[in-house]
């Protein structure tokens, strides 16, 4: 039995369909989110730690996380709700001459795109964040304007606006089929209902490869587990997120950052990589990542870990996210694919996504259409991760 | 500086001194060897331990059990729980007032004092009542056994127990004090090889590689990899919320009997009890022994939920005990000074009008237990062989535990492939009867004999009990030996063999058998009662009043003679005293305390909304019950969205106790708990030092090199 027509349905409400559903909702479009969880942002974007930067090595993602700041820093003037915007900035540091050699060689790229971040000598990196270990500190970059807010009020208030202007949100309920009829999906169909749109939004990030073969789209989209881990609060002493790119056994990146209610909250990218969707936290976690630590700042060595946790982050080969219409089947839209930083992407990219239902594109949104397209070759490599 | 030690207990011995110097906002205080600095404040006066960031509202202890995390302070520079420190010889503690600043200097590493990874046949998370017996069972059928404990020392809350135990005599050493008890089983598992205990060592976690992180002796967390692992890991208590709920002198039942009965610290003169459940009914009793006023008890209920026997022991001494009444708030400043309580409906409302207040310096939330069962959930999630025993499996008295215990750990040592006889079909009748609650009521009756000598039994609740039947010389009391529910029964037929020995009086656990003597007397018989007090006021020729079950006065008497009984030398003793024929069976206590009076209510009662706003849910973030009652009635189903939206249960203590407040919440509004989804449980169960995960490669000449 058909329920009811909308004009977009979205899989998904998470970073990136929550404020889609928000933006499309605030164009006047009918919008229905489906979501098999009992609330919005609880797959992965809840899990997310916080930080937005635009300082990337890809120009579309720069642009869209630009959009997001936008959004992020101008959401309490505008709206009213504290979501813990911060602008601390992102500092990635360099204890070594390579760390060093390749953060120098991003900032051409992205003085061309406008972004504010240089590089800073020991001292003054230094001066920003005292309680790093001065031992070995070549200087690092520093983009003032990145920043961080809180995923978990972000999400409550994306969905609260979204809901406001008219959007439905079915939890609990799961995409159990795409109905395909001359080559358009006309219809979802769930566990619960069927539903008739004009255009349907995979945006199930970890879970949108189920999805999308459903219609026999097949996307490179693999759930990889990132954990994390928050501390107590103490007084504040540092606002940068602060990056080392430096590989260590079991794991590339590091990170982490005081929030403002001044609980450090730190993380590693698994080297290798884990894949698969896991909840459960792994017992090798806290010893890497508090070594880590306090590596970059020993001081760090006193406070009290107070929670960890894990989340996937929905990676494609080239680390981009596939954001875009199909070839061949019209009414859907991909939306997935953030690599960890759907959080980061989520409000420019709702705003981006409405501008592409809508047919109203500007160039340099033609151009991320075409760059984050499903069918590239995923050869190329983000170097900021 | 007040002195808040008990000197003299009618129970407890204490022979150590507080000799440790340590120092409190710059003040010289001095603290027992091993003592933690909760009790150690407390001790000398300091209940208000910090203030909270968000509203600088006054914070003290509240569960004193490493659950909740209120009584931080800071330690040499680190913030700490109170309550699981120990004080170190000059030790500067400050409160720990708005956010603590971190130590800037690095923190020293060391080379790992331990094995940092532990493979063991089976690993037991507690070593209370249920952990010990299993330990026991495992132990003697030759398992490799790993005992861990959060506490410094074994027993678990058998430790605060200084009353008999309930339960069979044969099964589970009922009669015997829980703190005896504790010793046994401890020196129980001292004689069995295999088996190593650590105690001071917090499980922080089950991971998904089969492995229980544990934060040895607090110094450094090493993975443990069992075959087995069980989960002993007790209770908590329940929380409740009212304005006021979190004012420095409102805490756990748990907590004041830690602080009385373990640490011998006297933390209050005038106590209220919220809960007429067993925990309040003892913990008033507790009070009372440690020669504290106990002002009075409410319980929701029309009657209260725990034994007869420990309710009588209250109403005995003087404790007005409030059925169908609530607590409306908690009043003070920095600390609570009155508590206004009210009638409630059948429907738990409380009645305008019905308003009393009483004065009280500290106020018990004493209103049930939940089980610790986060590991258990976690290590069947991870998919390891997993079991629970005592109140981490069902809340019960602690004699259940130790008998279910011995159940789980023989079931264990079979599944090891151990050399094991077979469980007994008895076992599992002995746990389940041990497990009953209270059971049938019967009316007051007493036999109609009025010559010789004989006990009155005031005992007139079906409860899993028999030390009575078991310590008459004579054998002449008489419990149903296959269901010990039933009432004791005295053998009027063999009247002329009783002895007058007094055994059966002195053992009773409930206090609820008194001794009457016609014999030699004209018109009046000889009474005898036990007594566990150290009260000036209980002395031969002094005089007390009598009173009947209920706690009525009878008559005032003069106490005749006062003496131990042969064979019994852990601190019950008789007080006799003559009384008229027609009252002297139904005696069944004397008044202790007097009992308060009223004060009267004025102004008018909190609005429903007000209450809301001033009561408490999540004590960490400072989450009210109106923030999250909002989000309910805006349609919020899910408990993540409250945690998300408000932060409650993100604190310190992970949700340990606003999780049960906030579901109950959700049921008060009519939401089935069903269409309320739960949120996970995370890692770590406590808090632990990023240093203390962090294993250094050591270079010679002792430099980190991480």
Known sequence: ?385 | MPDNRIKSHPILIDETTASIPFYWNEQLFHAKPNEMISSALMAQGVTVFRHHVKDKSPQGIFCANGQCSQCMVIANGLPVKACMTAVTPDMKIVPADGLPVLPQSNPAFTPSKFQRTVEIEVLIIGAGPAGLSAAVQLGNAGANVLLIDDKNQPGGKLVLQTHRFFGSKQAVFAGTRGIDIAKKLADQVKNISNFEIWINSTAIGVFEDKTVDVYRDQKEVVHVKPEILLIATGARERSLAFPGNTLPGVYGAGAFQTLVNRDLVKPCQNLFIIGGGNVGLIAGYHAIQAGIHVAGLVEAAPYCGGYKVHKDKLARSGVPIYTSHTVLEARGSEKVEQVVIAKVDEKFQPIPGTEQVYDCDTLLIAVGLEPVDEFYSAAKEVGMQVYAAGDAKEIAEASAAIFSGKIVGSEIAKVLGKDVPEIPAIWKETEEILKSRPGKLYEEYYPEKQEGVFPVFHCLQEIPCNPCANVCPKDLIFIDEADIRHLPHFDLERIDECIACGRCVATCPGLAISLVDFRNREGSALVSLPVEQDNPNIEVGKPIQATDIEGRILDEFTIDKIKSVAGLKDGTRLISFEAPVELAKRISGFRIIEPSQAQAFEGEPLKPEDIDDQSYVCRCERITAGEIRRLIKAGVRDINQIKAVTYASMGACGGKTCLNLIRRMFAAEGIPLAEVTDPPVRPAFVEVPVKDFVEMDFKEGGQNAA
């Open chain 1, 1 to 385: 039995m058909l329920h009811k027509n909308y004009d977009v349905i979205i899989a998904g409400a998470g970073s990136i369909g929550t404020p889609t559903a928000m933006y499309l909702s605030q164009a006047g479009l009918s919008v229905l989110v489906i979501e098999p969880l009992a609330s919005p942002g609880q797959a992965s974007n809840k899990h997310a730690i916080g930080g937005i930067r635009a300082t990337h090595s890809d120009p579309s993602k720069i642009y869209l996380c630009e959009r997001s700041i936008d959004i992020f820093s101008t959401w309490k003037e505008t709206y009213g709700d504290d979501i813990d915007w911060r602008a601390g900035g992102y500092s990635f540091v360099a204890y070594d001459e390579a760390v060093e050699t390749t953060l120098k060689s991003l900032l051409d790229i992205q003085h061309q795109m406008g972004l504010n971040i240089d590089w800073h000598d020991t001292q003054d990196i230094l001066a920003l964040m005292p309680q790093l270990d001065p031992v070995g500190l070549r200087g690092g970059t520093f983009s003032p304007e990145d920043g961080s807010a809180s995923p978990l009020k972000s999400g409550f208030a994306f969905w609260q606006k979204a809901q406001q202007a008219g959007a439905e949100f079915h939890f609990n309920e799961k995409v159990s089929d795409l109905i395909v009829e001359n080559n358009r999906i006309t219809q979802v169909r769930t566990d619960r209902g069927q539903y008739a749109c004009g255009l349907f939004i995979n945006a199930a990030g970890g879970w949108a490869r189920q999805i999308s073969n459903m219609v026999g789209i097949d996307i490179p989209i693999e759930p990889d587990c990132h954990e994390a881990a928050i501390s107590e609060p103490v007084q504040p002493m540092f606002n940068a997120m602060v990056v080392d790119i430096r590989e260590r056994p079991g794991s590339s990146n590091f990170y982490f950052y005081q929030n403002p209610k001044g609980q450090i909250i730190f993380c590693m990218t698994p080297y290798p990589q884990v894949w698969g969707n896991r909840r459960q936290n792994s017992s090798s976690f806290l010893p890497m990542v508090c070594k880590r630590l306090v590596e970059v700042m020993p001081v760090l060595g006193n406070i009290r870990v107070r929670r960890i946790w894990r989340g996937t982050y929905p990676m494609t080969p080239d680390g981009n996210p596939i954001f875009g219409p199909v070839e061949g089947l019209d009414g859907y839209l991909i939306a997935s694919g953030t690599c960890g930083q759907g959080f980061m992407l989520g409000p420019g990219t709702g705003q981006f996504l409405t501008n592409v239902v809508l047919g109203n594109l500007t160039s340099v949104e033609k151009d991320c259409l075409h760059k984050l397209r499903y069918n590239r070759s995923f050869d190329s490599k983000e170097l900021l991760k």
